[in-house]
């Protein structure tokens, strides 16, 4: 079992920057897919925000590309997602995620809520 915990959420400012971390209980170096998504109010499913595979490639949804960049330190096992710009719609909660085939491994697959180990989430507010 994979413990994964997230740390590096809070409330800022529209424009403001956050970045959120995710400690694994277990290494993280080949683990061929690993995932920030995030639940906002209203949307029944958790949506993709960034993927980061084995080799470290990485995918981004559209609304965030330029401004999260998700990245990984194999030897510390932790996930990190860095947000700029923030805009009022990142408003959510934000959860790690880890082990999904690599074919489902970018944010927009429609596999991309079948991680295997979740974190348990972090809350991101972002006002105006």
């Known amino acids: 079992q994979v413990e994964l915990v997230e740390s590096g959420g809070g409330s800022v400012r529209s424009g403001g920057s956050l970045t959120l971390s995710c400690g694994s209980s277990?290494?993280?170096?080949?683990?061929?897919?690993m995932g920030w998504l995030r639940q906002v109010a209203g949307k029944e499913r958790r949506e993709g925000v960034a993927t980061i595979e084995a080799d470290g490639s990485t995918s981004y949804r559209d609304s965030v590309k330029g401004r999260f960049t998700i990245s990984k330190d194999n030897a510390k096992n932790i996930l990190y997602l860095t947000m700029n710009s923030l805009k009022l719609e990142d408003t959510g909660t934000y959860y790690c995620?880890?082990?999904?085939?690599?074919?489902?491994?970018?944010?927009?697959?429609?596999?991309?809520?079948?991680?295997?180990?979740w974190g348990q989430g972090t809350q991101v507010t972002v006002s105006s």
């Open positions: 277990a290494p993280i170096g080949n683990v061929k897919c």
């Open positions: 995620a880890s082990d999904l085939t690599p074919y489902a491994c970018y944010p927009g697959s429609p596999y991309v809520n079948d991680f295997h180990y």
